[in-house]
């Protein structure tokens, strides 16, 4: 991500409104809001975010409001007049959602509503950040936003599918009963700086595993496909979603069509890392896709967007910021 300056807010600058904004992506959302001059306010229990993720905007003492809260309870926030509702609030790897089951299923369903009453009260534009998981473990190759989707509702990875289904169904019926002016982004898997070390997913787990010198842990037979996209790309693609004048009421896939076994994959970062490929093979956990690649047709058309930082380029950025947190 560029390093955001200093701009001071101008008196019309647009008002923006975040939720997750402690986590990952929120973080780098509000990173770019406020380089773009908006007035930036962001909501976080910090349930799997953190305050350090916000070191930057918080120097932005103006424009920047932090407010911790819970958005499934009820919340104050500053009195002024929103243009944007970003709901990213929501645990979002498969070991915080299953620690936090129901609490997802809660900031997903109730959390969406209250972020949707609130973009309605403001007649502000509001883009949920769903997920390429609404897909399931797809029958369909690459996915297209058309594709329903395979889900096990009853399965261990449901808390998040089936509330992400629900929000979506919300957003909908928001946008056909009332007119909301609504976006829901189905993101695929972003990496990058500021991902939980320990979130259990593949980037962080190869990439920590390659600095400590241990082998890298693969489940199933690493023949899976994944597809990364890098979280600056991510936020471009947020971004021109929530601006464009043309995405009212769309749904559209941000991600990476690059497809990765990810026996591959472990092979790039052990190579970046400079370190020899030792596996250690490791059971699949329920549920897991075999598959997960965008369409990403509709995302160039509508957008002009496609990924513009190359896995390599990304992944070494990311190595970096790695090394640099386990050192500290
Ligand atoms: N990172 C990805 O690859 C990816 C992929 C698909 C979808 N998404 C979606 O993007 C969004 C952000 O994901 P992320 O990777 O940054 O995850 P993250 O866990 O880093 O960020 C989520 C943030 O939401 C906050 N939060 C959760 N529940 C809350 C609540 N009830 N009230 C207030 N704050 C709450 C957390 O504390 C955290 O700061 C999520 O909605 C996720 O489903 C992310």
Redo the contacts with the bound molecule.
Sequence with gaps: MPEVKHKSCQINAPVSLV?????????HLVDRLLLEGHRVIG????????LE?LDNALSFKNNFNYIQ?????SFKIPDLKYDFVW???????PV?YRR?SI??M???SI?TKNMLDIALKHSAKFLL?????AYGDPQVHPQPETYWGNVNSLGERAC?DES?RFAEALTCEYCRRYCLDTRII??????GP???IN?G?VVPNFICQALRGESLTVYGDGAQTRSF?Y?AD?VEGLLRAMLSGNTRGEVINIGNPEEYTILEFAKIIARLCGIELNVVYKPLPPDDPAKRCPDINKARVLLGWEPAVSLELGLAATIDSFAHELIM
Excluded: W
């Excluded at 997750?20 to 929120?26: C, I, Q, S, T, V």
């Excluded at 950040?129 to 998981?133: G, I, K, L, P, V």
């Excluded at 189905?186 to 990496?191: K, S």
């Design positions: 939720t997750g904004a402690g986590g990952f992506l929120g973080s909501l976080d229990n910090l349930c799997t975010g953190s993720n809260t819970d958005i499934v309870e709901h990213l609030a929501s645990p979002a790897s915080d936090l609490e997802t809660l900031a997903n959390g950040a769903s997920t390429s998981e998040y992400k189905r993101i695929f898997n972003t990496y500021r991902m939980q979130d997913r996209v979280v991510e």
